[in-house]
């Protein structure tokens, strides 16, 4: 009746939710990290924008391990988090932290290679007419980069429904609770439920299809412009 | 304004320290000379690693007292060479990107866009993109997007440079109306001779980051320095005349000159203004010791040699005859005629050779 189970629905729109939501979270900050690369000279760039990029070269389950050890409940930052009632492993929270931590650099990537193709001549004349280095970001360069931006977002956000390695270390592969489309195919796999894998395959790679088809299309009509 | 720096640069040191109160400075000199380093460091876009700006009595730059006035809050407009418009946004929201801020000027002083528009002649283009502008459109766009900013100074970066020649000279008539109709000091770069002739009355003369020479232009450029910068094909004349009046059968207008001899030009109809600019390149006048007789050229002026400068087998020649005539010979020509200073000359010129702006 729904054409797809109970089940697949689930666990699709759950990382959907997830992952939009990680995308949601990351974009400022990416935006920011990739304006401060992209347009400043700081001490200790290189190493900073080495390790923004880590995440990307890593293997995600070690990535995944870091974060267990930064958010378990042993670690200084999970005890507090705990205590304040928030608990970030084995469930939904520990999703989005693994999936933001994982995109993140895919994103900030993206963005910067777009700000640094905006004309640092432009955002001088504005200055000259008068404009706050406030109104020069918002009014100039971020409209000159939208593209980058949403391309950026949108490779961020199939990154982010990827994810695998660093999920299973610090959310679990819990049904219907951290299960993620990429963990559930690995689940059905296991248990030999074959067409159900192959049901959230094709979705996989239907929504991989459309996401890095936008982004690109995005990209190519930024360069044209 | 006063104006000392010292900003070094790849290949050479940018050291200039000047004073000048003109209504339009052009800064003149070859490609790669620190022309637009200059105007940068003016508007604050870029560092000076010694020295003082100084424009109408306000200190803008200090390195000495430490002052750094932040380019926003400089209020100088600057029109840069690819006029730098934004491609995002359009006609109308460029032009008033500016127009905003606070610049202590009263209302009833402010330049209105109205009167910028007709000056410019851009009103139709208001509601186009940006990027559906011609190279010369979109220069009279960064114009008055630097005008209606109310600056206390305009900086132009070689706005003709990139337009060909057809182009240019429709630009340039506009640059003179912006010049006379606004009151707002300009400083010019350019490395054409005749924008310098046509526009500025005061030019310094950059090369390799120094300043040559400085001067009312006619003055500035006689001299040997200045021969030598000079493009090739570039050397002319610019003068102002008065209208007397036009013949179009005959195909020539007659013209006189300020020191009263009467000159003719190709036919225009009578002009609104009855003062117009023409131009002679050096190269395309004449010079003979004796009136000639029985040849089609219009124009024959006597006259008396000032100057002769030689340099690299040219001859650049001024003659007096009313106002001043530069005439560029061959150093053979000059030696067959036995050219010196005080030699009485004759100077010949063809009505098709003046050019009209």
């Known amino acids: 009746m729904l054409f797809f189970s109970f089940e697949t629905w689930q666990i699709t729109l759950f990382s959907l939710a997830v992952g939009l939501a990680s995308t949601l979270l990351i974009l400022p900050f990416g935006i920011a990290f990739a304006w401060l690369f992209a347009r400043k000279d700081w001490p200790l760039k290189s190493v900073v924008e080495t390790l923004v990029l880590l995440p990307l070269v890593m293997p995600p389950v070690s990535t995944g391990l870091i974060l267990l050890k930064i958010f378990g409940r042993r670690s200084p930052l999970g005890q507090w988090l705990y205590e304040r ?8 929270k520990g999703v989005l932290i693994a999936m933001s931590v994982m995109s993140f650099p895919l994103l900030v990537r993206s963005v910067r290679t777009s700000f640094a193709e905006v004309n640092p001549r432009l955002e ?8 706050s280095p406030l109104r020069i970001f918002f009014v100039i360069t971020i409209p000159l980069a939208y593209k980058g931006i949403v391309a950026g977002a949108l ?7 990827g994810e695998f390695g660093a999920t299973i270390l610090l959310a679990g592969n819990i049904p219907g609770e951290t299960q993620t489309l990429s963990l559930a195919i690995y689940s059905f796999v296991q248990l030999g439920k074959d067409p159900e894998a192959f049901t959230l395959l094709g979705i996989t790679v239907a929504l991989a299809f459309i996401f890095v088809w936008c982004s690109e299309w995005l990209l190519r009509s930024s360069k044209k412009a | 304004m006063k104006l000392c720096c010292r900003i070094p640069l790849a290949n050479f040191n940018l050291d200039i320290e000047v004073s000048f109160d003109a209504r339009v400075t052009a800064i003149f ?8 380093t200059l105007l940068d460091a003016i508007a604050g876009l870029r560092s000076i690693t010694t020295g003082e700006i100084e424009i109408s009595g306000s200190t803008l730059f200090s390195s000495a007292r430490g002052i750094n006035c932040p380019p926003r809050e400089r209020g100088i407009g600057y029109v840069p060479q690819e006029a730098g418009l934004f491609p995002h946004l359009s006609v109308r929201k460029n032009i008033l990107f500016g127009a905003g801020r606070s610049t202590g000027i009263s209302q009833s002083k402010q330049i209105r866009m109205e009167h910028v528009l007709s000056v410019l002649e851009i009103g139709g283009l208001l509601d186009r993109p940006v990027t559906k502008l011609s190279g010369g459109e979109a220069q009279r766009v960064a114009l008055a997007r630097a005008i209606l900013s109310q600056p206390r100074l305009l900086l132009l970066d070689e706005p003709l440079a990139s337009l060909d020649i057809s182009l240019k000279e429709k630009i340039l008539p506009y640059l003179a109306r912006v010049r006379d109709e606004f009151e707002i000091p300009m400083i010019y770069v350019t490395h054409s001779l005749t924008e310098v002739l046509t526009l500025a009355d005061w030019v310094l003369m950059i090369r390799q980051g120094r300043l040559v020479t400085q001067g009312v232009p006619k003055e500035a450029l006689r001299s040997t ?12 004349n610019v003068f102002t005349v008065a209208f007397v009046e036009s013949d179009a059968e005959a195909g020539q207008t007659r013209v006189r000159l300020q020191a009263g001899h009467e000159l003719f030009v190709p036919y225009l109809p009578e002009p609104e203004n009855h003062t117009l600019q023409i131009r002679i390149s050096a190269d395309d006048i004449l010079i003979a010791t004796k009136r000639p007789e029985g040849i089609s050229a219009s124009n024959v002026l006597p006259g008396i040699v000032r100057t002769i400068d030689a340099v690299d087998g040219q001859v650049m020649v001024t003659v007096a005859a009313g ?3 530069y005439a560029r010979l061959t150093a053979a020509a000059v030696k067959r005629l036995n050219l010196v200073e005080e030699t009485p000359v004759f100077l ?3 009505t098709r050779s003046f050019r009209l702006l």
């Open chain 1, 85 to 92: 009632g928030i608990e970030i492993v084995f469930n939904w």
């Open chain 1, 124 to 131: 001088q004349i504005a200055a000259t007419l008068g404009a």
């Open chain 1, 155 to 161: 490779l961020a956000f199939s990154r982010a429904l």
């Open chain 2, 29 to 36: 000199g070859p490609s790669g000379s620190g022309k637009t």
């Open chain 2, 225 to 236: 320095h200045a021969i030598l910068q000079i493009p090739e094909g570039q050397a002319e």
């Open chain 2, 323 to 325: 106002d001043e005539f």
């Open chain 2, 348 to 350: 010949i010129m063809k």
